[in-house]
């Protein structure tokens, strides 16, 4: 049957991929497909976002190169929280060079992205060594790898015979790194038939209940819009929650600002999981 009408915990059982076992796993433990995003540009306001939604989020998104003040401290704490919490950590990298260069800046730099990061991800642009590179660090670790087969921005090039050829890679991957897409759509099964060869997850980013867009050309749907119709396995938010850290207000009271961003995680957790009831067949 399509992935769609299975539970997340029958997709653990038998899923071969370690990260994205334990995020399953993760899922259905926690009753929440929501993966926050969280934006930030310092240390404090990142832990703080984390350990405030920390209890309703299946799985932390970071962009570590815009954290300042970053250090290995950091890393640390971070991963404090993740046992913390129970949720697993994504390194949203995008990675986009050639297989020796991507896996050095995944192994190394000031980052060592793969020591802490159970799931990245990466373009397929340069063509399938960006896989053999990545895997080489990534799976000797237990880690998964998403490929970008589409995205959420407007006038996105992700599509047509490059979204098909994300999933023929990721379908006919050997390395057993890559456990999914970011995507907007159930690309696995966009010809109609059930993928019953290779559980693959779908993460899916642009997600907002009160907005549709921003300035700069993202695009946003609603949880249920992901989840239901678009048959899309966890929803990414970041302004969407941790949004109220960023107004005037939130900078000069931070811990009203903090009891918003709580309260935004824990509405879009039940929004994430009313769609995901609502899509299992009776
Ligand atoms: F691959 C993608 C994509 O197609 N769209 C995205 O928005 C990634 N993202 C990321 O999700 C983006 O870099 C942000 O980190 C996050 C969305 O944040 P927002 O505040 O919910 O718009």
């Not at 929501?34 to 240390?43: A, F, G, R």
């Not at 020591?115 to 080489?136: D, F, K, M, Q, R």
């Not at 997850?201 to 239901?228: F, H």
């Amino acid at each position: 049957s399509s992935i769609t009408q299975q539970t997340y915990a029958s997709r653990a059982a038998r899923q071969p991929n370690a990260a994205a076992r334990q995020l399953l796993e993760c899922i259905e433990r926690k009753q929440s497909n929501l993966c926050v995003s969280v934006d930030v540009t310092n240390k404090r306001d990142l832990l703080d976002v984390c350990d405030a939604v920390g209890p309703d989020v299946c799985l932390i998104k970071t962009h570590i190169d815009i954290v300042s003040d970053f250090d290995m401290d950091l890393v640390e704490q971070l991963t404090a929280l993740s046992k913390k919490h129970d949720f697993l950590i994504f390194e949203d990298r995008k990675f986009a060079d050639i297989g020796n260069t991507v896996s050095l800046q995944y192994s190394s730099g000031v980052h060592r992205i793969a020591s802490w990061s159970h799931i990245t991800n990466a373009h397929l642009v340069p063509g399938p060594g960006i896989i053999t590179g990545l895997a080489s660090v990534g799976q000797p670790l237990g880690r998964g790898c998403l490929l970008l087969a589409e995205m959420s921005s407007a006038g996105a090039l992700t599509k047509g015979s490059y979204t098909q050829a994300c999933v023929e890679a990721a379908k006919n991957d050997t390395t057993g790194f890559v456990c999914g897409f970011i995507a907007m759509s159930r690309v696995d099964e966009a010809d109609g038939q059930p993928n019953t060869a290779k559980d693959l997850v779908i993460l899916t980013p642009g997600v907002g209940l009160d907005v549709k867009g921003d300035a700069m050309g993202q695009q946003y749907r609603t949880p249920d819009q992901v989840i239901r119709e678009s048959g899309c396995d966890v929803i990414i938010v970041g302004r969407g929650v941790y949004g109220s850290l960023m107004t005037p207000e939130g900078k000069q009271d931070k811990q009203a600002a903090i009891a918003k961003v709580r309260e935004q995680g824990r509405r879009y957790k039940q929004a994430g999981w009313n769609a995901y009831l609502a899509r299992l067949p009776g």
